[in-house]
T-cell receptor
Framework: GNSVTQMEGPVTLSEEAFLTINCTYT??????LFWYVQYPGEGLQLLLK?????DKGSNKGFEATYRKETTSFHLEKGSVQVSDSAVYFC??????????????FGQGTILTVHP | NAGVTQTPKFQVLKTGQSMTLQCAQD?????MSWYRQDPGMGLRLIHY???????DQGEVPNGYNVSRSTTEDFPLRLLSAAPSQTSVYFC?????????????FGEGSRLTVL
């Protein structure tokens, strides 16, 4: 079956620090990969995605590259802000006519950024 | 735009009580789903629906019922609440061709079962 493993949190950084949140996966077939973000008191929202090997997803200064050889999709940002404090979820879906949104999520990583 | 609306936001139940979590979306999405979020376990799929009149089980369906009589609404029913169902519940929706993986989430419903 499919599974997603994220680095243990919580992660605490100072403003303008470099961020990496590791994500590795196990999947049957050829998955599409996603990062979702959950700000305090809100639901999850899609941050970025990549649908095939070597694709780079990017949004709001965050980036992640689909690495098939290492089955990884690490999230990075060069300079974090206090407003980036949130919970980050790595997720995957395997293509197919009956996938219908059966995303498999990692356990989530709490990020706190201090001024 | 309202998007995905969940009610109530907070609920406290006693063991054995029943209740319904409501979910409505105004985006004409065919696909709707319920997830539960527990610390250290990410989100787990409870039930989902690919259209009115069609529902199916997800990863953790036991103790929950759903129905889909309209495109807009997808309520989640707890027939006899148990402390193990203490969690945060999220409703999510998307277009039917969901291989893009983009789900639209509600703000969540925090349930405590005593």
């Amino acid at each position: 079956g499919n599974s997603v493993t994220q680095m243990e949190g919580p992660v605490t950084l100072s403003e303008e620090a470099f961020l990496t949140i590791n994500c590795t996966y196990t999947a049957t077939g050829y998955p599409s990969l996603f990062w979702y973000v959950q700000y305090p008191g809100e639901g999850l929202q899609l941050l970025l995605k990549a649908t095939k090997a070597d694709d780079k997803g990017s949004n709001k200064g965050f980036e992640a590259t689909y690495r098939k050889e290492t089955t990884s999709f690490h999230l990075e940002k060069g300079s974090v802000q206090v407003s980036d404090s949130a919970v980050y979820f790595c997720a995957l879906i395997t293509a197919g006519g009956t996938s219908y949104g059966k995303l498999t999520f990692g356990q989530g990583t709490i990020l706190t950024v201090h001024p | 735009n309202a998007g995905v609306t969940q009610t109530p936001k907070f609920q406290v139940l006693k063991t054995g009580q029943s209740m319904t979590l409501q979910c409505a979306q105004d985006m004409n999405h065919e696909y709707m789903s319920w997830y539960r979020q527990d610390p250290g376990m990410g989100l787990r799929l409870i039930h989902y629906s690919v259209g009115a009149g069609i529902t199916d089980q997800g990863e953790v369906p036991n103790g929950y019922n759903v129905s889909r009589s309209t495109t807009e609404d997808f309520p989640l029913r707890l027939l006899s609440a148990a402390p193990s169902q203490t969690s945060v519940y999220f409703c999510a929706s998307s277009y039917r061709t969901m291989n893009t993986g983009e789900l639209f989430f509600g703000e969540g419903s925090r349930l405590t079962v005593l």
